[in-house]
C-alpha cells in the first residue's frame, strides 16, 4: 500500500492528510485563518504566510498522528505549488522539501486546480474523466477540458472578479460577515431572487467560454447607495439585505451553469466536474442539478468539505506517483495560472 502525506497551504487554509493508493484517507486536518482576516474584509497575504509557518508543522504532526503513522512508512511527500499565493505557497513548498531532505523520500508537486477537479472522483469513487471541469472559488472562476486527472485544457474563466471575490465584496457592501460567501447565501435564504433583477454578464455571449462579476458587483452597490453613494451609510433591513443577497446570488448562479452547459456542448462530453469553495453554495449546487437532470448529464460536486480547501484532494498526486512524475529539490511555487496544462 502506498501512503502519501499530502501538504496544502495555497491561500489561507493550512492542511495536510495522509492518503493511500486506494484513495482512503488515513488523517485530515485543516487549520481555518478566518478569525485573523475578518476584520480586514478579506484575506491579507502576508498575514496569511505568517500563520502558515506557525501552524505547519503542528498541523503535519497531528494529521501524522490520526493517521498512526510515522514519516518511516510514507512513501513520498506531495504539496500544492500552484497556484496561489506566493507567500502561503513558499511555506508549504518549504516544508515538505525539509521532510524529504530529512526522509530521502520522493517530492510530488500538486497542481491546486486540477486537485479541486480530482475531489470529485474522491467523493465518489467513479471514474469521471473525461470531463468539463468548473471551479469556482474566491480567487478562480475557470473552465477547462479534463482529458484526465492531470490533463487539463483551459477552455475558459472570469475576465475579472472570480465568484468567490463578488460574493466577498457583496457581503462587504451588505454589512455580512466574512467570509462573504456563506453569508450572502444564508442572508439569501430569506430572500427572493426575483425582486431585483440583476445583470447576467455575458451570459448571452455564444462566442466565448468567459466570466465577468465585477459589473454585477458593482449592480450590487448601484442597488444599495446609488451611483456615487457610500453603501456604508445607508441602513437596510432585515428583508432588504435578503432580497438583494438572494437576487444577486441568483444571476452568479445563472452565469456559472449557462457558461458550463456552453462548454459541455463544445466539448461534447457529458460530465461535468465542480470544484472550489462556491461549490458548497447550495443554490448553485441545485443549478447544476437542474441543467444536469435536464440535459441527462452527470454531474459530480464533492461534499462541501472538500470544497473549501484542503489536503485530502491533494491525492491526485498518487497518479503522479505512480507514473514516477518527481520533483527535484528546486522545484520552485507558482503563483499563476500559467502551467495548468
Given at each position: ?139 478562480h472562476s475557470n473552465l477547462y477540458r479534463c482529458d484526465g486527472p492531470t490533463d487539463f485544457t483551459p477552455l ?83 428583508q432588504r439585505v435578503a432580497d438583494i443577497a438572494a437576487s444577486f446570488q441568483e444571476a452568479v448562479v445563472e ?87
Amino acid at each position: 500500500m502506498v501512503r502519501l502525506l499530502c501538504i496544502e497551504s495555497t491561500c489561507d487554509e493550512t492542511a495536510a492528510a495522509v492518503v493511500t493508493d486506494s484513495l482512503e484517507v488515513l488523517g485530515s486536518v485543516v487549520a481555518s485563518q478566518n478569525a485573523l482576516h475578518e476584520r480586514f474584509g478579506g484575506v491579507v497575504p502576508e498575514i496569511a504566510s505568517r500563520a502558515h509557518v506557525e501552524r505547519i508543522l503542528p498541523v503535519i504532526d497531528e494529521t501524522l498522528r490520526q493517521a498512526g503513522v510515522t514519516l518511516a512508512d510514507l512513501d513520498g511527500v506531495a504539496v500544492a505549488n500552484q497556484p496561489g499565493l506566493v507567500g502561503s505557497l513558499l511555506v508549504g513548498v518549504c516544508a515538505a522539501k525539509a521532510l524529504c531532505v530529512a526522509t530521502g523520500l520522493p517530492l510530488i508537486a500538486i497542481n491546486h486546480l486540477q486537485a479541486h477537479i480530482y475531489a470529485c472522483k474522491i467523493a465518489s469513487g467513479e471514474e469521471v474523466f473525461p470531463c468539463v471541469g468548473l471551479i469556482v472559488s474566491g480567487g478562480h472562476s475557470n473552465l477547462y477540458r479534463c482529458d484526465g486527472p492531470t490533463d487539463f485544457t483551459p477552455l475558459g474563466g472570469t475576465i475579472d472578479d472570480a465568484a468567490g471575490e463578488a460574493f466577498d465584496k457583496v457581503g462587504s457592501l451588505l454589512g455580512l460577515p466574512f467570509p462573504g460567501g456563506p453569508a450572502v447565501s444564508r442572508a439569501a435564504a430569506n430572500g427572493d431572487p426575483k425582486s431585483i433583477r440583476f445583470p447576467r454578464p455575458l451570459l448571452d455571449d455564444n462566442t466565448r467560454l468567459a466570466f465577468s462579476f465585477s459589473g454585477l458587483k458593482t449592480a450590487v452597490r448601484y442597488e444599495i447607495a446609488g451611483p456615487g453613494g457610500d453603501p456604508a451609510t445607508v441602513e437596510l433591513s432585515e428583508q432588504r439585505v435578503a432580497d438583494i443577497a438572494a437576487s444577486f446570488q441568483e444571476a452568479v448562479v445563472e452565469c456559472l451553469v449557462g457558461k458550463a452547459e456552453m462548454a459541455l456542448r463544445q466539448t461534447g462530453f457529458n460530465t461535468l466536474c465542480v470544484g472550489g469553495g462556491v461549490a458548497a453554495n447550495g443554490r448553485l449546487r441545485e443549478g447544476l442539478e437542474a441543467s444536469a437532470a435536464r440535459h441527462g448529464r452527470r454531474l459530480y460536486i464533492p461534499p462541501m468539505s472538500l470544497c473549501t480547501d484542503n489536503a485530502v484532494m491533494g491525492a491526485i498526486a498518487i497518479e503522479r506517483f505512480k507514473e514516477g512524475k518527481f520533483e527535484s529539490l528546486e522545484m520552485d511555487v507558482y503563483p499563476g495560472l500559467q502551467r495548468i496544462g
